[in-house]
């Protein structure tokens, strides 16, 4: 699959969420959002990485833009991460890799010399019409949310 390129729609998704809604490309039209795809709930960088965008929520908010965080993981699992960190993010969960695989997150990874597929941490910034204004992959997650959020501002 050939890599997203800025101004380019945004694959179509709809998911579940940890709040019980379904969260899709188009009931986001007309908002800005921010999907960011993670490897695993309540794992030492993801967990930093829920709460360093939790901790600027009220930022993205009051610029209208929503934070959607994407795993594999169940929503069960999403809910009792959700509770035991206070997140302020909405988790949306994609079991079966539909939306992980269509944004291109979905990658072969090693470690210790052992390859295997896994969820490359990557987040995309998309604007009101559906289309992404800035991907960004392999992410470290320090500084990582300020920078998504000075994008954000910067629509």
Request: a neutral charge.
């Amino acid at each position: 699959m050939s890599e997203l390129e800025p101004g380019q729609s945004v694959p179509d998704f709809s998911m579940p969420t940890d709040s019980g809604e379904t969260v899709s490309r188009d009931g986001l039209k007309g908002k800005p959002f921010v999907l960011y795809f993670y490897p695993k709930d309540d794992t030492s960088g993801c967990t930093k990485e829920a709460q360093a965008f939790t901790a600027l929520a009220a930022d993205f908010a009051a610029l209208g833009v929503r934070v959607i965080g994407v795993s594999k993981d169940s929503i069960a699992a999403h809910a009792k991460f959700r509770a035991k960190y206070d997140l302020g993010v909405l988790l949306a969960s994609d079991p079966e890799n539909v939306v992980i695989a269509a944004f291109g997150s979905w990658v072969e990874k090693s470690m210790y010399g052992k390859k295997y597929m896994g969820i490359d941490r990557s987040t995309f910034l998309v604007d009101a019409n559906g289309a992404l204004v800035k991907a960004w992959r392999k992410v470290k997650v320090p500084g990582h949310a300020e920078d998504v959020l000075a994008a954000a501002r910067a629509l």
